[in-house]
């Protein structure tokens, strides 16, 4: 009657060992897989944040490209006139910059 017993008691105690670390097991996975998802999320905020800057950069340098070759600047001559420098193209411009701290 004890092995019976011991025999039973083991068997239960087997039992229930397996059990729970199968529950933790499954416990896990969704985990896992959602740990997976928000990785999966943050790369692609990651990847979209970084086509923006490289937009930014690239309209950075088009018109810093453009300022470079004078495009766009407008100045207000003696007379009163505003004058685009691009309109002064293939001329020789005199240009004074003065500034008051």
Known sequence: MKKILSVFLVL???????????????????????????????????????????????KKEESNASEMKGEGLIFQSLDGEKVKLSDLKGKKVYMEFMATW
């Open 12 to 58: 239960v105690l087997l039992f229930s060992v397996i059990s729970c670390s199968s529950d933790e097991e499954k416990k896990e996975e969704p985990k896992q897989e959602e740990q997976k998802e928000e990785k999966k999320e943050e790369q692609k905020e990651e990847q979209k944040e970084e086509k923006k800057e490289e937009q930014k950069e690239e």
